[in-house]
């Protein structure tokens, strides 16, 4: 079974209205598509389109929260980097302002649009920013948990959102745990690390691995920032060979991030895998996903070779 991502976010941030009535959601034209019109329809005295303006959207969310809102603000993931750095930076990060930043279409999810719509550079930028929490979700079940958790939290939170329909990973019952990593596979050979929609990919790859008498040990890494440092070191130290896997640039996400815990507490060998530093072209997702090493079958090679020269 599938659902979509966005499809879950708009439905949650809906629901979440009702319980809290200071949630306010702020959308750069885009509605449609990050689902925030969900909410629109239902609350429209509590939404606001201020069109193809980013910078602003984010500037009046600033506003918006010094009186006591909490606004969600939706756009495409490249465009709340590349056009509200600046607010997101100096108002938002600065003030440690209670803002909820929704970047949609993240990864290559904006598939046919191409370099320009594809965000491979957005985790790097939020976990850089001072009081930042950063969550990349998995799936459409922890994507309504983490809707309600960054509501709660006071502070600023960049909630990372694929367009894509996912395998449902997750069941109601499993809790949502900031800055805690989920073991979703056991195994003695390698750690493999993901996140957002590469976490299904992950295991995927898995599965097939275990046909060729490998087992890895499967983590999602949901929280970014704060990440799991001690579940990080603790995988480690069990198989002595991480691969982490992203749908982002391998400079500065979750891959850099990895790479940090481990080189100053507990050095193994790390493969990082996600875009290689390049941009990218247009075409079907998971062709895409493919041409770019993150699928399931690059994953297994990439895990094969770790595991045969180290």
Known sequence: MKQSIRDAYGNALCELG?????????????????????????YP??????????????SMAAGLSIVGYIPFVNTFATFMVGRGADPLKSLIAYGK????????????????????????????????????????????????KAVKVAAQLEGPVYLRLSRAEVPILYDESTPFELGKG?????????????????VSKALEASQILKNEGITTKVIN?????????????????????????????????????????????????????GTQDCFTESGDYEALLCKYG?????????????????
């Open 294 to 310: 993150l699928d399931a079958t690059s994953i297994v090679h990439e895990a094969i070779t770790l595991i045969r020269t180290n």
């Open 45 to 58: 005295e509590r939404f606001i389109n201020v069109g193809v303006a980013e910078n602003n959207m984010i």
């Open 221 to 273: 890494i949901h929280t970014i920032k704060p990440i799991d440092q001690a579940l990080i070191v603790e995988s480690a130290k069990q198989t002595g060979r991480v691969l982490v896997v992203e749908e982002h640039n391998i400079n500065g996400g979750l891959g850099s991030a990895v790479c940090e815990v481990l080189s100053e507490t507990y050095p193994v060998p790390v493969k990082r895998m």
């Open 18 to 42: 009702e319980e809290m009535k200071q949630i306010v959601v702020l959308d750069a034209d885009v509605s449609s598509s990050t689902k925030s019109g969900v909410f629109g329809k239902q």
């Open 97 to 144: 302002l209670n803002v909820k930043v929704a970047g949609a279409y993240a990864g290559l999810s904006d598939s046919y649009d191409g370099a320009t719509h594809h965000a491979l550079e957005d985790l790097a930028f939020f976990r850089s920013l001072p009081n930042f929490t950063v969550i990349s979700v998995a799936d459409g079940v922890q994507a309504r």
């Open 182 to 198: 989920d073991v979703l596979e056991e195994g003695k050979d390698l750690t493999i690390i993901a996140t957002g929609v590469m």
